[in-house]
C-alpha cells in the first residue's frame, strides 16, 4: 500500500527462524521502522518482535550495499553491466565444465533466500550445470537434526507450533540452545508459561539465560549430551514410567533401545557429564509423568561430530514418554535462519535429495522432475558443503558460484577455506554485500536484500509465510529469484516465470508437502500454511504424526544413539574448553549486524566469557585483550569475565571477522550429517 511516498508491506523477519511477521515501513528507499502485524496472528509474535526484528534493518540502507555487478581485474573489482557479468559467468563455468567435467563446478544455496530463490537454485545447478554438488548453509548448522529425525519419525523438521504446543505444554527439556539470544520471541513463550507453572529443565554447559527461569539448570560437560539422555532414557524404563501402550502401538526397536542404554546408570552418568544422579532422576521423572513435554534444541546439541546421534538420543526420549503426536508435545528443534527449514531443506539445495526430500536416486522421482525439467537431475550423491572445499583442494573442484553466503566466516576452518577459495579457478557470488567470501570472487552480483523482493519463507515450525517488499533494491540490485532466471537465460535455458509465485506453482506440482499451496491461499491464509499441505483443500498440519509416523508401516522407530564424547579434550598445552553461539544482538556471519547500528552500539567485537575464578588464575582483568590459541590458530578478543560456566569452560560467539572463533574450531565431521564440530575446542588463554 502506498501512502504517499511511505510504503508498508506485511511481511516477515528476516532473522531467525521463528518467523514473526510484522508491517516493514519504508521511504524513498529507506526502510523507517517495523510494527508488529496483526495482532491476532497464529505465528509466535502476536505480542512483538525482538530487537533485532524492530530495530535491526539499517543493513538494508547501509552505504556498503552492492549497487552494481563487479568484475575482477587483478587485484581490484571493477564495475560491470549485468550482461558482461552473465556473460562471464557462462563462458567460466561452461569452461571448467567442458574441460574438467560437470562435476567440477558445485554451487551453493542460502537459508536467508526465498524458497523459491532456494527452487531455481537447486534447479539451476541440476538442470543447468547438471552438477550433483549442491548445498547449503543447513549443512552448518542442523543437518544433524534433519538427519536424526529423519531416521527416527519421519520428517527432518519440528513436529509442533510455536504457540499451541511450545506456549502451552506442561513441561520443557531444553538443551544446546541459548534460546532467550538465538530465538527470543520463542523463548518469551516459554518465560511465560514457565511463570504459569510449566516445568522448564534446562540442561547446558552455560547457565544460558532461559536458565533463570527454569524449574531445574543442569550444568554439562560440553559434548557428553549423548550420556544423559541415555540416562534418563534408561532410568525412567527401570522406574515403568515409559509409556508402554504408545511404544508398543506406535514405535518398532524397543528392546534395541533398552539395551543399548542400560550401561548409563545415574553413576555412569555423573562420571561422564556432572549432572549428578538427584538431578538426572528428577527431571527423567518429572518429563515422563507429565501429560505433555516439548523437547527442545539448536546448535549446542547439533554441532558435533556425534551431533546425528545426540538427535537419536532426543527423539528416542520424546518417543520413549510418549510425547509426541498430540498437542502440547513435540521434537522442537529451534531452527536458526529465517528460511532455513524452507530453502535449506524443503527446496532441497542439498546433495542427497531433490526438493521436499525426495530420493533422487528413486526413478520414479527422477522421472517426474525429467518430465517437468526436460533434463533428469543428476542421480548421485553429490558433495556436502565441507567436502566441497576438500574437493577443491585436491582439485576436483574448479568453479563455484555462491548464492547469499559467507563460509569464510561460516567454515570451520577459516584459513583452509580461504586457501580453498584462492585455489578455485573461478567463483561467482550474489549478495547484498562484498562479504569475507566475495572478496574472493571472479564476478560478483549485487542482489535485492529481503526488505526489497517478494517471497516466501517456511519458519521452524514449517509454517509458509509471505515476503513482500517495502522498498527497491539500492541501484542495479537485483532479486535473486531475477538473477537465477536471467543467469539460466545465459546458459540457453527459457525458464517462464513472470513472478514468484508461479515458481511456488512449479514446486507445489513437484514437491508433495507442499502440494497445496499458492501465493493465492497465503495471500488469504495471513498467518501461513504449515506443510504438509497435499492439495488445495488440505488446510495443512499444525502437527505431525497424531496419527501415523512418516513411514510405509506408520511407526517410528528407535535408533539407539551409541556414545561418543568430545573429538578433543584439554590438556597441559590447550587445558580450557571453547564453545560458541550467537549473542542476541547479531546474527550468524555478522554480514547485516556488523553494519546495524543498534547491534554495534551493543556488542562491538568479539569477547570470551572467561570465569572469575580462571581469570584470577590466568592473570586477567575484565575488558583487557588476551589471546585464544587452539591446535589450528588463535585470535586477539576481548576478555568477558562472567560466572556463567565451569572455570575449565570458555566461549566466544560466532559473529565476528575480527577475532573469527572459526580460526580456532576443528574440521572432524559427523559421519552422518557432515555437521562440523564446532562446539567443543581445546584452547589456552593468555594475557598480551
Ligand atoms: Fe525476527 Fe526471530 Fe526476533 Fe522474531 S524472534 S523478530 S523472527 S529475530
Known amino acids: 500500500a502506498r501512502l504517499g511516498r511511505i510504503t508498508k508491506a506485511e511481511t516477515t523477519c528476516n532473522y531467525c527462524a521463528v518467523g514473526c511477521r510484522f508491517e516493514l515501513y519504508g521511504k524513498d528507499g529507506d526502510v523507517l521502522g517495523v510494527r508488529p502485524a496483526d495482532p491476532e496472528a497464529t505465528p509466535a509474535n502476536d505480542f512483538s518482535t525482538c530487537v533485532k526484528g524492530k530495530f535491526g534493518y539499517d543493513f538494508v540502507d547501509s552505504d556498503d550495499r552492492l549497487t552494481t555487478p563487479l568484475i575482477r581485474e587483478g587485484e581490484e573489482f571493477r564495475e560491470a553491466s549485468w550482461e558482461e557479468a552473465y556473460e562471464r559467468i557462462y563462458e567460466e563455468l561452461s569452461s571448467i565444465q567442458d574441460q574438467h567435467g560437470d562435476d567440477a563446478v558445485a554451487v551453493t544455496s542460502s537459508s536467508k533466500c526465498t524458497n523459491e530463490e532456494n527452487f531455481l537454485n537447486q534447479k539451476f545447478a541440476r538442470q543447468v550445470l547438471n552438477t550433483p554438488h549442491v548445498d547449503n548453509c543447513a549443512r552448518l548448522c542442523h543437518s544433524s537434526t534433519v538427519t536424526g529425525l529423519k531416521q527416527t519419525v519421519g520428517y527432518g523438521a519440528m513436529t509442533n507450533r510455536i504457540n499451541e504446543d511450545i506456549g502451552e505444554t506442561d513441561c520443557y527439556l531444553v538443551t544446546g540452545s541459548n534460546t532467550t539470544e538465538s530465538h527470543p520471541v520463542l523463548a518469551t513463550r516459554i518465560k511465560q508459561n514457565a511463570r504459569d507453572g510449566a516445568d522448564l529443565f534446562v540442561f547446558d554447559p552455560r547457565e544460558v539465560g532461559l536458565a533463570e527461569h527454569a524449574t531445574q539448570y543442569t550444568r554439562t560437560n ?79 546439541m547439533t554441532q558435533h561430530a556425534h551431533g546425528t546421534r545426540n538427535v537419536l538420543a532426543l527423539a528416542n526420549l520424546a518417543l520413549v514418554t510418549g510425547h509426541i503426536g498430540k498437542p502440547g508435545a513435540g521434537l522442537s528443534p529451534f531452527r536458526g535462519q529465517n528460511n532455513v527449514q524452507g530453502g535449506g531443506g524443503d527446496m532441497g539445495p542439498a546433495p542427497h535429495n531433490l526438493p521436499g526430500y525426495q530420493d533422487q536416486l528413486d526413478d520414479d522421482v527422477a522421472d517426474k ?320
Open 222 to 300: 560440553p559434548g557428553e549430551d549423548i550420556a544423559w539422555i541415555n540416562g534418563m532414557i534408561r532410568y525412567i524404563i527401570e522406574q515403568d514410567l515409559h509409556d508402554v501402550e504408545f511404544i508398543e502401538e506406535r514405535t518398532n526397536h524397543f528392546e534395541e533401545l533398552e539395551e543399548k542404554v542400560d550401561p548409563f546408570t545415574p553413576e555412569k552418568v555423573e562420571e561422564l557429564t556432572g549432572v549428578s544422579p538427584e538431578e538426572l532422576t528428577h527431571a527423567a521423572e518429572t518429563i515422563a509423568e507429565a501429560d505433555t513435554c516439548i523437547f527442545g534444541w539448536a546448535m549446542g
Open 369 to 688: 522432475f525429467a518430465d517437468a525439467w526436460g533434463e533428469r537431475p543428476p542421480q548421485e550423491i553429490g558433495l556436502r558443503l565441507p567436502e566441497q572445499f576438500d574437493a577443491i583442494v585436491e582439485g576436483d573442484i574448479e568453479g563455484m558460484y555462491i548464492m547469499g553466503e559467507n563460509p569464510v566466516l561460516s567454515e570451520p576452518d577459516i584459513r583452509g577455506a580461504e586457501h580453498a577459495l584462492e585455489d578455485l579457478d573461478f567463483l561467482a557470488v550474489q549478495d547484498i554485500f562484498l562479504t569475507e567470501t566475495a572478496e574472493f570472487a571472479d564476478v560478483v552480483l549485487p542482489a535485492a536484500s529481503a526488505a526489497e523482493k517478494s517471497g516466501t519463507f517456511t519458519n521452524t515450525e514449517r509454517r509458509i509465510q509471505r515476503v513482500r517488499p517495502a522498498i527497491e533494491p539500492p541501484g542495479e540490485a537485483r532479486s535473486d529469484l531475477r538473477i537465477l532466471c536471467e543467469l539460466a537465460e545465459h546458459f540457453g535455458y527459457e525458464w517462464e516465470y513472470d513472478s514468484p509465485a508461479d515458481v511456488m506453482d512449479e514446486i507445489a506440482d513437484l514437491v508433495p508437502i507442499y502440494g497445496g499451496v499458492s501465493y493465492d491461499r497465503l495471500d488469504e491464509h495471513t498467518d501461513g500454511i504449515q506443510w504438509p499441505c497435499e492439495d488445495a483443500d488440505d488446510p495443512g498440519t499444525p502437527y505431525l504424526y497424531e496419527e501415523e509416523f512418516n513411514f510405509d508401516d506408520g511407526k517410528a522407530r528407535f535408533v539407539p544413539a551409541d556414545y561418543a564424547g568430545p573429538v578433543e579434550m584439554p590438556d597441559e598445552e590447550y587445558p580450557l574448553m571453547l564453545t560458541s553461539g550467537r549473542v542476541l544482538y547479531h546474527w550468524h556471519t555478522g554480514t547485516m549486524t556488523r553494519r546495524t547500528q543498534v547491534s554495534m552500539d551493543h556488542v562491538p567485537e568479539s569477547y570470551v566469557t572467561i570465569h572469575p575464578e580462571m581469570a584470577e588464575q590466568l592473570g586477567v582483568e575484565n575488558g583487557e585483550y588476551v589471546r585464544a590459541t587452539s591446535r589450528r590458530g588463535d585470535i586477539v578478543v576481548k576478555a568477558n569475565v562472567a560466572d556463567v560456566s565451569d572455570p575449565g569452560v570458555v566461549f566466544i560467539p560466532m559473529h565476528f571477522a575480527q577475532g573469527a572463533i572459526n580460526e580456532l574450531t576443528q574440521h572432524e565431521l559427523d559421519p552422518d550429517s557432515f555437521i562440523p564440530e564446532y562446539k567443543v575446542t581445546s584452547v589456552r588463554i593468555e594475557p598480551l
